[in-house]
């Protein structure tokens, strides 16, 4: 059976504590990115890969995707990407661009600046397809039809009309989705949607909810290569597919209370 590999990055720096796993250094991104290269793999952004698979490729592919919108994408990132032929996604948080990644409380400053709108036509003028996180990173599943609306709507809007180009790929903030979110998205006629998952996606599951592997600072090339062979192993992918619908729950309830529970 045919499956995609898809890999989710963030930040294309060096992050301490907590928040580490969300940041590769550049060095280590042309390493894993250089390994999966080197073992055969091309790598491509997301809408591609699901295009290719259609027509029916054969090709051992791997969809590269970048969360978020951090300016060390441009700086760092691309010329990564450019060097070792990697094609890309990169998912723009669009009421954060120009500023800050607030979501992050106190640990925004260590990710630095936000693409600007004119770095982000950069970024798209690099041959990067540029996708939609959304406007402010609020977990989706839990807002008021409203506020959701305004959300993946509004954020769509103003990706295809000061880009000019049309936006054919969305990430759930936080990975979190529902049959209402997913819905909404697909009235927009996106082709495909990315959760977080932790597993490798196969034809048979939903386009609008395709599944994706994190890499962090401790994986080598070597040890990415593997996690794209394999996916993640263990329990933690189906536990999470299982407990989402109680979760959702507390974190609606969470939210009575001004809470975010992310």
Do not use: C
Request: avoid cysteine; glycine fraction near 10%.
């Amino acid at each position: 059976m045919t499956v995609l590999p898809a890999l989710m990055y963030h930040s294309v720096s060096a992050v301490g504590g907590p928040m580490r796993d969300l940041a590769v250094p550049p060095e280590l991104l042309r390493e894993q990115l250089s390994a999966l290269g080197e073992a055969g793999y091309r790598l491509v952004g997301l809408t591609e890969a699901l295009e290719l698979l259609d027509r029916g490729s054969t090709e051992r592919l791997v969809a590269v995707t970048f969360d978020d919108g951090y300016r060390d994408f441009l700086t760092q990132g691309v010329p990564i990407l450019k060097e070792t032929g990697t094609g890309a996604t990169l998912y723009a948080s669009v009421g954060h661009l120009g500023g800050t990644a607030g979501w992050l409380g106190p640990w925004a400053p260590d990710f630095g600046p936000m693409l600007t709108w004119d770095e982000l036509a950069e970024v798209r003028d690099a041959g990067v397809e540029i996708g939609n996180h959304s406007m402010i990173h609020h977990p989706l599943d839990v807002l008021p039809p409203a506020q959701l609306r305004d959300e993946i709507v509004n954020s769509h809007q103003q990706l295809e009309q000061r880009l000019q180009t049309r936006v054919r790929s969305f990430a759930y903030p936080h990975g979190y989705n529902s049959r209402r979110v997913r819905d909404l998205v697909a009235s927009l006629d996106y082709d495909n949607a990315t959760e977080v998952g932790r597993r490798l996606h196969t034809p048979a599951e939903k386009r609008l909810a395709v599944p994706r592997l994190q890499p962090t600072p401790d994986h080598s090339g070597a040890a990415l290569v593997e996690l794209v062979r394999t996916g993640e192993t263990g329990l933690v992918p189906k536990v999470k597919q299982i407990a989402q619908p109680g979760w959702r729950v507390a974190r609606k309830v969470a939210r009575t209370f001004g809470k975010n529970l992310t």
